[in-house]
Structures are given as C-alpha cells and as structure tokens.
C-alpha cells in the first residue's frame, strides 16, 4: 500500500477523549498519517472543554446526546450515524478506545463495513462483567471486534492471550492516559494552580470522585459518612469533591457533607483544573477509573472506592489501595495515610506502572508496522525506572503534610 495511512480515532466521553487526544497528536503530526476525527459526542459539554484544551477540532460529530438519554439510545444512534461517516471517510482503520458505549457501537459499525479496528486501552478485565457497568462488558465486546489490541499492560496482554487472541495482535503500548496528564501538567498556568477555599495552605488535601452505578444509594451514603468522620478527626484536613451531575450522586453528597467544614463541593472541574487539584492533593479517593492511572504520576496514593478493579497492576505495584465503600475501611486507610508517614512515602514512592509518556507514539509505530512496513515499536516496559519530564518527577514524593507546590 501507498500514500498516507488513513485512520480515523473516535471518541464520544471526556474519558476517552482525553486518552485519544495524544493519539490524534502523534497522528497528526505525521505525515504518513491522514487523521480523521470522529466525536459522537455521547457527553456534549464535558467532552467539548476537553477538546478545546487539546487543540482537537472533530472533522465529523455525530451529535448524538439527548436529555435522558438510554446506554440502548446512544448504541442505536452511534451505530446509525458511524455508517453513513465510515461510508464517506473510507478510513483504512479505526481506532476507538477502552470501555466506552460509544467505542463498541463504533466497533461494530466499522466491522459491518469490514474494516480493522484497533482498541487503545485493550485487554482490562474484573471478575464480573456487571462492575464496572455498562463498562466492563463494552470493553469485552470491543475486543471481539478489534484486530489490533493496544494493551496498556503486560497483564492486560496477558487477558488478551487467555482469551486466544493472536501474539501478534497485540502491542504493550502503556497507557495513553499517562501522555495526556503529563502533557496538561508541564502547560498548567497560573489560574490552573490548584488552590483551597478553606482550611488554609498548609492543609493536607483528599480529593475525591466517586459517582459509578453500583455505587449508587448505600455505598455512597457510606463513602460520605466515612470522609466527614475524617474531616472532623483532623483539623488540618481538607476534602475537595467536584460532584457528578447525577441527581443520585448529588441528592446523597450534599444531604451527608454539605455544611461539612473544610468540605468543598463543586461542580465538575475542566481536566487541566482537575489536574492541577491532583497535583495539590495529599491522597485521591476515587471509583474513578483514569484517576487511578493519573494520580500516581505525581506521586499521590490512590484509595480505590470499589469492590474491585480493572487495573490490579497498581495494587501489586503499591500505588492504589483497594478499600470498597465500607466506611470503617475507609476511615481506617484514610488515617493510616495521614498519621503514618512511613505508609504515605512507600504508596508515594512506588512505581507507576501504567506508562512513560509515549504511548500515543507506540501506537502510531505499530500502525505503520502493519500497514505500511514500518519498524514495529519497543513495548512499555513497567520494570524499567520511569522516565518522567522533570514536571512531574519534582512533584512526586512529597510528605502528607507539605502540600505539592506547583
């Protein structure tokens, strides 16, 4: 084959369209590439500020949000719209990405027109495919479809292996989601710096996120009641949660922490300001699942607000905790992190295993591998010492109770 190779990179969330934004750059600024952008615009605003902040204008948007709109609805509409944009883009492969309604609707629209698929962020896995929900299951279902896995891992390689797709299918990329934080890190401005509306400078900071479906109703009125029993124990504490719009996450948050002091709720943040607010951080409590990817780029512990996660490497590695949504669990962690200096340095210090920084250019490299016999890249190698912009390695290691300076 000759002339430019022709992929197209969908994404419809801020999730992953912050995870492809770096993708759509390395692409981008490589000739032998012609990309096309595809946004289905399955969250309009959040994925919209993202968008701006990465320079990431969409050559096609399908529009496809409504009010009140049904995981049924966005998959119909996706798949309509997504064959109409492949029949006129003729892209030689499409990439989409991790676990996103919209990536395995666009899967299957690209498989019905019989062209490959490659799935960044393949081969994460649970036990169960109802956590995380719908999540789990799309990821599943894409990697079915996809002919290229783009594993973040070894071990999400390994899933891959185990469920019989072919070595040779499969590159260990790191994760994309790392090249993202990093890049909005080494460019945050003044007004991005983090800074806290109450409990003075010097506070030691938890910043929290947690909205998933089963967590919905008791588990979230117990991660509440465990932050404000810690808040109050420690009066040089303070918590910052930007509060998912769901009426279910808001109506038990703000019945539980409202009023709370040194408890700030607000709204959802832009992710160069959410970025900023990590880098402030002390300890991320989250359900999150990039946090828990994100946050240990700069050194900050993760508590992992779940029964169970995708992403067990940074268990085994020391950077996240997995704590449920038990309040006495979580209390219990939160203190041990607070009071025990030598327990915050060995979660600070620990390696993240999740990238270096290149994934976006991993994954270029391997497309012209495959379709224009270019020289297949060198896999992300979690053993190797990180190396990390000088950015983001001066940030990480500092003890609970100094604040990161930025």
């Given at each position: 084959?000759?002339?430019?190779?022709?992929?197209?990179?969908?994404?419809?969330?801020?999730?992953?369209?912050?995870?492809?934004?770096?993708?759509?750059?390395?692409?981008?600024?490589?000739?032998?590439?012609?990309?096309?952008?595809?946004?289905?615009?399955?969250?309009?605003?959040?994925?919209?500020?993202?968008?701006?902040?990465?320079?990431?204008?969409?050559?096609?948007?399908?529009?496809?949000?409504?009010?009140?709109?049904?995981?049924?609805?966005?998959?119909?509409?996706?798949?309509?719209?997504?064959?109409?944009?492949?029949?006129?883009?003729?892209?030689?492969?499409?990439?989409?990405?991790?676990?996103?309604?919209?990536?395995?609707?666009?899967?299957?629209?690209?498989?019905?027109?019989?062209?490959?698929?490659?799935h960044?962020?393949?081969?994460?896995?649970?036990?169960?495919?109802y956590?995380?929900?719908?999540?789990?299951?799309?990821?599943?279902?894409?990697?079915?479809?996809?002919?290229?896995?783009?594993?973040?891992?070894?071990?999400?390689?390994?899933n891959?292996?185990?469920?019989?797709?072919?070595p040779?299918?499969?590159?260990?990329?790191?994760?994309?989601?790392i090249?993202?934080f990093?890049?909005?890190?080494a460019?945050?401005?003044?007004?991005?710096?983090?800074?806290?509306?109450?409990?003075?400078?010097?506070?030691?900071?938890?910043?929290?996120?947690?909205?998933?479906?089963?967590?919905l109703?008791?588990?979230?009125?117990?991660?509440?009641?465990?932050?404000?029993?810690?808040?109050?124990?420690?009066?040089?504490?303070?918590?910052?949660?930007?509060?998912?719009?769901?009426?279910?996450?808001?109506?038990?948050?703000?019945?539980?922490?409202?009023?709370?002091?040194?408890?700030?709720?607000?709204?959802?943040?832009?992710?160069?300001?959410?970025?900023?607010?990590?880098?402030?951080?002390?300890?991320?409590?989250t359900?999150?699942?990039?946090?828990?990817?994100?946050?240990?780029?700069?050194?900050?512990?993760?508590?992992?607000?779940?029964?169970?996660?995708e992403?067990?490497?940074?268990?085994?590695?020391?950077?996240?905790?997995?704590?449920?949504?038990?309040?006495?669990?979580?209390?219990?962690a939160?203190?041990?992190?607070?009071?025990?200096?030598?327990?915050?340095?060995?979660?600070?210090?620990?390696?993240?295993?999740?990238?270096?920084?290149?994934?976006?250019?991993?994954?270029?490299?391997?497309?012209?591998?495959?379709?224009?016999?270019?020289?297949?890249?060198?896999?992300?190698?979690?053993?190797?010492?990180?190396?990390?912009?000088?950015?983001?390695?001066?940030?990480?290691?500092?003890?609970?109770?100094k604040?990161?300076?930025?």
């Open positions: 084959m000759s002339g430019k190779l022709r992929v197209a990179a969908v994404f419809g969330t801020r999730p992953d369209a912050v995870k492809m934004a770096p993708v759509v750059h390395a692409l981008s600024s490589d000739e032998r590439f012609e990309c096309i952008t595809i946004a289905t615009a399955q969250h309009r605003e959040m994925l919209d500020e993202v968008l701006r902040l990465f320079e990431v204008k969409p050559v096609y948007d399908l529009e496809v949000m409504t009010e009140g709109q049904t995981l049924t609805d966005v998959t119909t509409r996706v798949l309509e719209r997504m064959s109409s944009v492949l029949r006129d883009a003729k892209p030689d492969v499409v990439l989409v990405h991790g676990d996103t309604t919209t990536s395995t609707a666009a899967a299957l629209a690209s498989y019905y027109r019989k062209i490959p698929v490659g960044v962020e393949a081969g994460l896995r649970t036990d169960t495919i956590e995380p929900f719908p999540e789990e299951m799309n990821r599943r279902l894409t990697g079915v479809i996809a002919q290229h896995h783009f594993a973040p891992t070894p071990l999400a390689r390994q891959l292996l185990l469920e019989g797709k072919k040779d299918s499969i590159v260990v990329t790191g994760n994309t989601v090249d993202a990093l890049w909005v890190h460019r945050l401005r003044a007004e991005d710096k983090f800074e806290l509306g109450t409990g003075g400078s010097q506070s030691r900071l938890i910043f929290v996120e947690a909205h998933r479906r089963e967590n109703g008791a588990p979230m009125e117990s991660i509440c009641r465990a932050l404000a029993d810690v808040v109050r124990r420690h009066d040089d504490v303070s918590i910052i949660w930007p509060v998912h719009p769901n009426p279910e996450v808001v109506e038990v948050v703000r019945r539980i922490l409202d009023g709370t002091p040194r408890v700030q709720l607000v709204q959802p943040m832009e992710y160069r300001k959410l970025v900023g607010a990590i880098g402030r951080a002390t300890i991320v409590a359900d999150s699942g990039g946090l828990q990817e994100e946050a240990p780029c700069l050194g900050k512990p993760v508590l992992v607000l779940r029964r169970v996660t992403r067990p490497e940074g268990v085994a590695a020391g950077t996240l905790e997995l704590v449920g949504t038990d309040k006495a669990t979580i209390v219990a939160l203190d041990r992190l607070l009071d025990d200096e030598a327990a915050y340095q060995r979660m600070a210090r620990a390696a993240n295993p999740y990238g270096d920084g290149k994934a976006s250019e991993r994954i270029a490299a391997s497309l012209l591998a495959s379709y224009r016999s270019g020289k297949a890249p060198t896999e992300f190698d979690p053993s190797l010492p990180p190396t990390l912009p000088s950015s983001a390695r001066s940030a990480i290691g500092e003890p609970p109770g604040p990161v300076k930025h």
